[in-house]
């Protein structure tokens, strides 16, 4: 398994740059550890001996783990971040370090010491971020799971375009110690896979509590692929409408392939009703004025002492970041509140919401903007300010073969629910069974 | 913001940005204003909406 991922890897990531690091020697050593564990009868679960990736935030001891920065090129950690010790520990085998946008913000960028990756459907266009290396290292099949972080969409973005299952679980589910921060209280670690099992198997294997992590969840971890199992008829699913026909208003590809997937859990036994928030610029507002606070306390040294180590777009994005107030950010956290109790409520007599996860099918990579992400305001950005599992699930394909996708959000906690019903979904439909064609 | 404004406040932050970036920073200045504009109601908040959800103290 490990050696038909690294070949395949030499064979297609010189055009991808999904990898910054390929960890072959560790890997196959791992790999005949695993077999020879399994061969006596120790079998650590589904993960066991199943080569993975991890987003180059996240902290793996020994090998370099730099953020995708120059900033950090040399950056050697001593121990894993807690979750890829969680991963290992289910016999999961490291294959590499993924690309990343720099810092999980800035990017594409082609100004770092290692290019963007490129998305498997079309070498032209846009992995999505920041999980970029994840969603194109996942769909190219170079790995069979990787992971992700999630600030304001980072990973359902890539999934989206990607074509992939990827959730953000509920904040604290997944302690975010060893993983390079972007913003503390937006920050959320979690899984990017080829279905909503896999990310479920991931999950499982992530999620538990860390006293080193102030925000780490002290709760029993469900079994989330158990959950899968279980019956979506009856759901009660609301649907977010306004957020993509007039906020941020999908192309025609995008709505009809998200009111196709209403029709069919419809079909499965769900009830799905419209559901009006505040406008998605408000709950945007609020996530990137605390993103790009936190982000920038978080740099603040480095800026002031090495602002052109940084590539441009990630410090340019900085530099706005530095003109924000402190009451600014008391009013974003005093409106944070506000919209976590209207999306509770709004929730009361729901299971879960739908929604879009981006507008658009992949758009070309060279059309991203540096000041993009504040162009439109994101569909992922609410479900960062409130905590909420949010899952990208894919719904089809545009005419030329790009992802279209539709994202599932639950109430927090209820990361099962969100995965039932994308596992249910994807059962019931045929979008996984096409892949990027690669030659 | 004007540039000049601009200029001012990378100062205070101590930021080296380059010349050929900063026109492309004030233009797109207004972005993050009208984000920040989009906070503060028109009508006013109430004063119940504050942040101490944020702070914890642990029990023991």
Not at chain 1, 143 to 154: I, M, Y
Request: charged share 20%; net charge negative.
């Amino acid at each position: 398994m490990v050696d038909s991922r690294l070949d395949r890897i030499a064979r297609l990531d010189g055009r991808l740059h999904s990898f910054i690091r390929v960890l072959a020697d560790a890997a196959r050593h791992e790999a005949r550890a695993s077999e020879a564990e399994i061969a006596a009868g120790t079998y650590r679960g589904p993960l066991h001996g199943i080569p993975i990736g991890l987003k180059d935030i996240y902290e793996t001891a020994g090998v370099v783990t730099t953020g995708h920065s120059k900033v950090m090129q040399d950056h050697v950690p001593q121990k894993d971040a807690f979750s890829v010790q969680r991963l290992r520990d289910a016999g999961a085998i490291v294959l590499g370090k993924l690309a990343t946008h720099e810092f999980a913000f800035g990017g594409p960028s082609f100004d770092l010491p290692w290019p963007p990756a490129r998305n498997p459907w079309d070498l032209s266009r846009f992995t999505g971020g920041s999980s970029s290396g994840t969603g194109a290292a996942v769909a190219a099949g170079l790995v069979l799971g990787g992971t992700g972080s999630d600030t304001g969409g980072s990973i359902r973005g890539p999934a989206a375009f990607c074509g992939l299952a990827g959730i953000k679980p509920t904040y604290g589910l997944i302690s975010r110690m060893g993983i390079l921060p972007l913003a503390f209280s937006l920050d959320h670690a979690g899984p990017l896979a080829w279905t909503a099992e896999d990310c479920a198997i991931m999950l499982q294997a992530m999620a538990g509590h860390d006293a080193a992590d102030p925000a780490s969840a002290n709760r029993p971890v469900r079994d989330y692929r158990a959950a899968l199992q279980r019956d979506v008829n009856g759901l009660r699913l609301g649907l977010v409408r306004h957020f993509y026909e007039r906020d941020n208003e999908a192309n025609a590809a995008t709505c009809d392939a998200i009111a196709a997937a209403a029709r069919t859990l419809e079909g499965l036994g769900c009830s799905v009703r419209e559901v009006t928030l505040s406008p998605l610029a408000d709950w945007v507002a609020c996530g990137v004025v605390i993103m790009l606070c936190e982000a920038y306390a978080i740099h603040e040294a480095n800026l002031r002492r090495r602002f052109t180590d940084y590539g441009e777009m990630f410090r340019d994005r900085m530099a706005l970041a530095g003109l924000i107030t402190g009451a600014d950010y008391v009013q974003a956290l005093r409106r944070r509140r506000e919209l976590i109790d209207e999306l509770d409520r709004a929730m009361e007599g729901l299971d879960l919401l739908l929604t879009a996860a981006a507008p658009t099918e992949a758009p070309p990579i060279d059309a991203v903007g540096k000041f993009s992400t504040f162009e439109r305001p994101l569909l992922t950005m609410p479900f960062n300010v409130t905590g909420s599992p949010a899952m990208s699930v894919r719904c089809g394909y545009t005419d030329s073969g790009l992802p279209l996708s539709f994202q599932i959000v639950g109430k927090r906690f209820d990361d099962a629910t969100v995965l039932r019903l994308a596992h249910a979904y994807e059962q019931a439909t045929p979008w996984r069974d096409r892949r990027p064609a690669l030659q | 913001m004007t540039r000049a404004e601009l200029d001012a406040a990378l100062a205070r932050l101590g930021l080296a940005v380059p010349e050929g970036e900063r026109d492309q920073i004030v233009a797109a200045a207004h972005l993050i204003e009208n984000m920040v504009a989009r906070l503060r109601p028109v009508s006013g908040r109430n004063v119940a909406a504050e942040p101490a959800h944020v702070v914890y103290f642990p029990e023991e």
